[in-house]
DNA sequence: CTGAAAGCGCTTACAG
DNA sequence: CTGAAAGCGCTTACAG
């Protein structure tokens, strides 16, 4: 039972390894092997169901036909469905994926990392941590295919695929201006990476292009590691501090998602007693009663730009930059 | 900027690479090298930054400490959350994962598990679709370390952590009835795998033990491959023809969000027109203003348990066997 | 048209 | 206490 290599298909073939080396990696023409010794071999591999060993073929080309994908966390929906289509056309390309989650942990982003290299992986796709900036520096010097995803650092040329979030955030608050809302808060959270303050700074712009000076705009950060709880209890006190705010807008969906316990949680109904808007789509932003109008992100679209990037860079040159920025699209719903 | 190799560090340390191996793995004291060479050898580790790599050593030993993880959608919340914590875990221990999900696809199941022996991978947790069981029963006769999750096959002995998913739909029904509910649909998928029959078995036994002829039960059974639009139109023809059913049952989350869709188009009021529960938690079954009332599965910790069983069968006896059927919970809200 | 041999970077049985 | 050497299963430059 013992795993068959082709060592052992040379030898029932009555060849060498190296002509059974050149069939299965389609050398056989370019290599000249006669036709019959090809379909000898051919019929041997079949017969005893051969497979190469991976793992020897990646020490000899260095090469392990695998990617690596680091997100922030394979549980969200968002990242859970990128890591889908990106695993579904890796697949079909031949290679494996190895995943894994940062939960936005510097130390562990990097082990990760270090991790991937270790294990020699063809390619990258990376959604970055702050911390991780050097480490990105570093990959970038060693010339390994990477592109960064959802997110990247400003005044480090990467490759990347990121939402077009200044556009989504201005386009949402110029509509949210032009229903006659006055009073808008903007509620995001605090050290997110440039992703985020590009939402922040779209929203403070339509603000003040399209406000004319009549609308005023609100920032509510909230720390990234506090508990919903928590989250939900700033809301409040925020809420408390400003009763007049007719509009709230969210910068991603579990905060909009925050939002919706918070009006269920006060009985206010929406659009009526406020307008509540979000960025990303979500299921519960489309089933409910009153459906939640989003800035939505084409999440495959995103993800499809992605791998399709990195298996051009693997393909040739890594020196290459490609940066894609996606736009979002607003879908218009009941809740303001 | 080539890889450093343990070759390297032997020759800068003036030792063999015997010794160098010795003790990047722990086997310095065994094999008695001395505490200077030991100290000299890992402060050239440190400096150089160096470490083994893994395909080698994949190929030396057989193993190649990585995991192989096949489930249905990594896209969806079940499973994206699964996702989330084997992967925690395996990386703790020192594992990688390398993930796919089959879709439901009997082709696309088999090549991932091809994929995934060919690999190497030291051990497997799987969600099997129907058409694997023989690529099961051949992954068991390897004596390879697996665990199936979610669902097995009753014939095949095999080492597994479901939910008790009888019991969850039973005492589920057992509910519906003691609040008074007198027509009682179970909607479910077809050519589901036995998580599903269990379901609908526990949902009959509990009509006919519970119901005591007064209670009457009936199943709606929906394709699998069939889109949203198109469940819901059968669910629309099925209401038509019992339009007296006064308690709607959902087999899974995504069911039971059909569900909802339905009560929205139909404008009906939930708990007073029709009750609605579901199997599988959901963050939309919490947040709406009427909470839905589920059989929660306790997602973390059935990871847990899939990604510890795994790991007592690499270290030690693949033969024991291990079934773990954990109790579901029933989360009662406002819909019923 | 085909093969012998080196080598990828490790681990480990064996020898001293 | 330490090292020389074989070998894991492949690929490929070189030779004929």
Redesign the interface.
Known sequence: ?ARISLKDIAKAAGVSVTTVSFVINNKAREKRISEQVVEKVNKLIREKNF??????R??RTGK?T?LGLIVE?????F???V??TI??TA?KKGY??????TDNSEKKAR??L???????VDGYIITPTKGMKSAIAQLK??KKPFVLFDRYFPDLETNYVVLDNFKGAYDMTEFLIGKGYRKIAFVTILNGMNQMQNRKQGFKKAISDKGKGKVEGLVLELPYEITAEGNLDRLNEFMESHPDVDALFFATNYLG?LG??YT?RKQLSIPDDIALVSFDD???FR???IRITVVAQPIEKMAAEAIDILMKLMAGEPSVLIQKTISPEILIRDSA
Do not use: W
Not at 51 to 56: L, S
Not at 114 to 120: A, H, P, S, T, V
């Open positions: 039972m497979t190469p060993n991976t793992i020897a990646g020490l392990s695998s966390d394979i549980g969200n929906h990242f859970g469905n890591a889908k695993e579904m697949y494996k994926v190895l995943y894994s989650s082990e990760l270090d991790m991937m290299k270790n294990q020699q010097k060693e998602i919706i316990q269920l979500h299921d519960l089933l409910q009663k």
